[in-house]
């Protein structure tokens, strides 16, 4: 007692702080080890790369910087009393085989953080699994455990049940409204190349996240190469890419662009259909990113982004009237960032962004009782005005508190005009103001950690306040083995008018709640238990349940309905199930299979239904590895394979037909039409849909230039997945067929070179 | 006895030997199985009539829905039609030439009055239907004769128990033919007075004498008219699908100068 009475007397404790980043392009390292050699001391960078070590006595240290990926970088200091010590740390890149690196951050994650249901993506990792015609984001993540796409060609993220507009989708801190509209919705806006890494929470997120129901997506694109000028080019089959990287005096800038270069379905589909139509189709989108570190504690980012996609069709009877279809769609977004270090314990981010999404559709088409040409058009803005603070304070080496303030301007513009003559305009302006707070506790190192959170919420429309408290908790009972839990309440004060179970669904069309609505509110529980066999072998399981209360729910088929709000209806539901994680590498060969089991029940007047996106099986098996050398051509290639099954959507079987009569003005019948009755919503399933795909790609030299080839071949076996049925009724009775979206196995091929 | 306690001993340290894994996947496997559901589906009748004050006869088609492998027919022929309403009742007879059911005498509908449909036939749910007439045109301006220049606007008041109007014109000028397309009109909840300016229909024809006929529909027939083809169409009706309407039709002749 006396001793350490005395020890505390004579010592003096300081802290270690600083940035860790990649020696070849200073990009920020997350989750990198850091200790001291003392034997007790230490800890990890956080998903910014910042890392700091409390109370170490003053004294000589070595301390060690790893991560798997990069070399061991080992530093001797001593520490003088008083004299907190500020050690920004460059790491080099070691030669390693791709699958350690996905192990390593898992696995720092697991020993140091609260993880409850979330997934971490890394660029490399998102271009080495194989995915329809070219790679991308959301199809990677689609992937994932509790993650569910609709068919082959969706792009939009069903996440434990919840739909698509539940999902808040950030790019560097820019909301992004409508992320999956590239190509009818084949791809998503975010440019491959460009992303540094992407975070899935698939439920029981943080408090310094909100607005949403089910889940969050934030991407962050890279900060571009601060050590020299580099480059990547991609050609493939469907886009090209390009992304330019290089410092500046005192930071770094970061361009890439996109576009497509060729459709091979509307290519298809006109060889196919020949005479009468033609679908043009381009899009594009670019972005920037500059940064600058004006001094030590100051970084000043800059991120933009713009992108545009437009179709066009048109279907022509004989030589003179037609039907014509003009679609576009742009999203556009800026943000400005100020990262200061105020202390080492404390630093914070301020952050200005402006999101801007418009869809514009003109519809010109024959009017059959009538031999007219009727025009239906309709555009819709929404720009959001975002001003954030952020601020992480490290308390002490148990305490973490993270806080926030934020402020949300959204206005909203929509007009359908048909038959030139306005049917509704709807502009709407609306503020919503938020505060977190959030705080991280060790309470036993490296065995139990203890996240609590409250989000607060002030939204004008209604006088609206809302609190939003949060809970997760990790309990490492075994040095492998941990549980995860995590409770919290969402609220959602933006919504979408149009069903998130349409087939094809490019745009949303965003509305805010307004006085008469009570907000849109889930609850979260999930239950977690992760273990490591061993340093490359994990399993996760996670049970979880959602309840939905307040929800507006679309009518089941509109696409695009003509009143703003009104036809919405008042619903509830809940999801509940399991994902089931095995992620294993082994030498050359590395791999995952996820199992999702969900139940997922919306009710709306008085009765419940089995949404389109309720999968009640999702399993997906990906295998990567290298082929050995005595194989020519491809020899150490590396080859992915991604098999997946999955239990077919529900859907409202057609029971039976019956005659419509058309009306004239005076209330006169004078044609006939068929309609259908059909089953409750979700009361009949498809068929199981499953396809095997593959990845091959190759390292090349071209040009001199390092580079890869790459060959994708999509559902290999040639399943016929039935995405819904149509009937013909051109015969009486009408015949039923299947509607298939790959009737063929689809190869797709492409070059990617670095310079 | 001790037979028996041996046996749960074997039955108890067999169960052990099955792996938690084992029976968490029997567990899954016996709690995500969906029951496959199929709907049974019973024929309906499907009916179309839009009752109307200028017409005498009054008249019903009557066809029924099908399953979708069944072949259609041509309408239901055999069905008991009865149309009531006002202190009057009618069976309606099938007309072979009209393919639809007309009322056997004369029926004359009366504003804001309720009639009543109701159809039958051995196997078949009793199809009944409901239908308000809407209440009488009041016209502000012009008058029956005014003469109209095309800054003019026709006013009148909002009809009660109306969703929806249709007004078109139509004249005989120099022997010729002369009529406007058909123009819509959803009256807003809130307005009492519906003004139709000329000038937005009437631009491209030549002045003279012209009926300017409306119909006030009511929210029966809205609701068929504005339906998405995916919804099931029930307007008015219960125990069927289709459309009982009604519509007051009335006009003026008024002359317009174009010029």
């Known amino acids: ?755 | 006895m001790r037979s028996y306690i041996r046996i749960i001993k074997i039955a108890l340290a067999r169960f052990r030997q099955i792996y938690p894994l084992r029976i968490s996947l029997i567990l899954i496997l016996s709690v995500a199985c969906d029951d496959e559901i199929s709907e049974s589906y019973e024929s309906q009748f499907n009916v179309y009539a839009v009752l109307r004050n200028d017409k005498v006869m009054q008249e019903v088609t009557v066809d029924r829905t099908y399953l979708m492998e069944e072949p259609s027919e041509l309408y239901v022929d055999d069905a008991l039609v009865i149309l009531s309403g006002a202190h009057y009742a009618d069976t309606l007879v099938f007309s072979d030439s009209l393919l639809r059911y007309v009322t056997s005498d004369t029926f004359t509908l009366l504003p804001l009055e309720i009639y009543r449909l109701s159809v039958a036939k051995e196997g078949f749910d009793t199809l009944s239907a409901e239908t308000r007439i809407p209440g009488d045109f009041d016209f502000i301006w012009p008058s029956e004769g005014d003469t109209m220049i095309l800054m003019d606007s026709i006013v009148f008041r909002k009809n009660v128990g109306v969703s929806i109007y249709f007004c078109y014109f139509r004249g005989v000028i120099s022997n010729t033919w002369y009529t406007t397309g058909t123009f819509t009109y959803e009256p807003v909840v809130s307005d009492t007075l519906v003004k139709i300016p000329l000038y937005d229909h009437f631009s491209d024809y030549p002045s003279g004498m012209y009926t300017i006929t409306f119909s006030a529909l009511d929210s029966n027939f809205y609701e068929y008219y504005t339906e998405s083809e995916d919804d099931l169409i029930q307007a008015g009706v219960e125990n069927g699908v289709g459309l009982f309407g009604s519509a007051l039709v009335d006009s003026i002749v008024n002359y317009i100068i174009t010029e």
């Open chain 1, 1 to 755: 007692m006396i001793a350490a009475l005395t020890l505390l007397l004579v010592c003096n404790f300081v802290s270690i702080s600083g940035f860790v980043t990649d020696a070849s392009d200073g990009e920020k390292i997350s989750y990198a080890n850091v200790s001291l050699d003392d034997g007790k001391s230490g800890g990890a960078t956080n998903d910014k790369g910042y890392y700091i070590i409390h109370n170490v006595p003053t004294g000589s240290y070595t301390i060690v910087f790893s991560h798997i990926g990069y070399e061991s970088r080992t530093v001797k200091l001593y520490l003088k009393q008083d004299d907190d010590v500020v050690l920004n740390m460059e790491m080099m890149p070691a030669f390693i085989e791709m699958e350690e690196i996905p192990v390593s951050a898992e696995r720092s994650r697991f020993e140091t953080s609260v993880e409850v249901s979330h997934i971490n993506f890394t660029s490399r990792e998102i271009k080495a699994i194989p995915v329809i015609l070219e790679n991308d984001l959301i199809r990677t993540l689609q992937l994932m455990p509790g993650v569910v796409a609709l068919h082959d060609l969706s792009n939009k993220l069903y996440i434990r049940g919840g739909s698509p507009d539940e999902n808040l989708v950030l790019l560097d801190g820019i909301t992004i409204y409508n992320p999956s509209t590239r190509l009818f919705g084949l791809f998503s806006i975010f440019n491959t190349d460009a992303v540094s890494n992407a975070e899935l929470y698939a439920g029981g997120f943080p408090a310094k996240y909100g607005d949403r129901l089910s889940s969050v997506l934030d991407v962050t694109t890279k900060e571009g190469n601060s050590k020299k000028y580099t480059g990547a080019a991609s050609i493939g089959l469907v886009t090209s890419r390009l992304l330019i990287e290089g410092p500046l005096p005192k930071g770094s800038f970061l361009l890439g662009a996109r576009m497509i270069n060729f459709d091979p379905f509307v290519w298809a589909y006109t060889k196919i259909k020949k005479d009468t139509i033609s679908l043009p189709h381009q899009f594009y989108d670019g972005i920037v990113k500059i940064n600058f570190n004006t001094s030590p504690k100051n970084r000043f980012t800059f991120a933009g982004l713009n992108g545009s996609d437009v179709i066009a069709f048109e279907h022509t009877y004989g030589n003179e009237q037609k039907d014509k279809v003009d679609l576009e769609g742009d999203n556009r977004g800026a943000s400005f960032r100020w990262r200061r270090v105020f202390s080492p314990q404390f630093y914070g981010e301020v952050l200005g962004a402006w999101s801007n999404f418009q869809t514009q559709l003109n519809y010109l088409y024959l009017e059959r009782d009538t031999d007219t040409i009727n025009t239906v058009e309709t555009y819709e803005e929404i720009i959001d005005y975002t001003v954030k603070c952020d601020f992480n304070y490290f308390l002490n080496e148990r305490h973490t508190v993270d806080f926030g303030i934020d402020g949300k301007h959204l206005d909203i513009d929509h007009n359908l005009v048909h038959y030139k003559r306005e049917s509704f305009t709807y502009r709407h302006t609306t503020n919503l103001f938020t505060l977190y707070v959030q705080d991280t506790w060790t309470l036993v190192p490296g065995i139990l950690h203890l996240e609590t959170g409250l989000r607060c919420f002030y939204y004008d429309q209604g006088r609206k306040l809302r609190y939003c408290p949060r809970l997760g908790l990790k309990y490492r009972f075994q040095p492998n083995t941990a549980i995860n839990f995590a409770i919290g309440k969402y609220n959602q004060f933006l919504v979408t008018i149009n069903s998130q179970e349409s087939f094809l669904s490019i745009f949303d069309f965003w509305r805010p709640l307004d006085e008469r609505h009570n907000v849109p509110t889930a609850y979260h529980v999930v239950f977690g238990i992760e273990k490591w066999f061993d340093d490359k072998t994990r399993l996760t399981v996670e049970p979880y349940y959602k309840r939905y209360y307040n929800l507006l729910i679309p009518k089941e088929y509109d696409i695009i309905i003509s009143t703003p709000t009104e036809s919405l209806k008042v619903g509830s539901g809940y999801s509940t199930g399991f994902d089931i994680f095995f992620k294993k590498s082994y030498k050359d060969v590395f791999g995952w299979i996820n199992y999702s089991l969900c139940f997922t029940r919306r009710k709306v007047d008085g009765s419940y239904y089995s949404p389109r996106y309720d999968r009640r099986h999702n399993l997906n098996i990906v295998l990567g590895f290298t082929l050995p050398a005595y194989i020519p051509i491809v020899k150490n290639s590396t080859l992915n394979l991604r098999w997946y099954f999955a239990t077919g959507l529900p859907y409202a079987e057609d029971l039976a037909r019956y005659r419509y009569f058309g009306t004239d003005s005076r209330g006169e019948r004078y044609f006939v039409d068929w309609r259908t009755v059909r089953s409750p919503r979700g009361t009949y399933r498809l068929p199981l849909s499953h396809r095997l795909d593959l990845h091959l790609e190759k390292n090349m030299r071209l040009f001199g230039l390092n580079g890869s080839w790459y060959i994708d071949v999509i559902n290999i076996y040639n399943h016929k997945d039935i995405i819904f049925y149509t009937w013909n009724y051109d015969e009486d009775p009408p015949n039923k067929s299947a509607y298939i979206l790959l009737p063929i196995p689809i190869p797709s091929f492409g070059i990617n070179i670095r310079f």
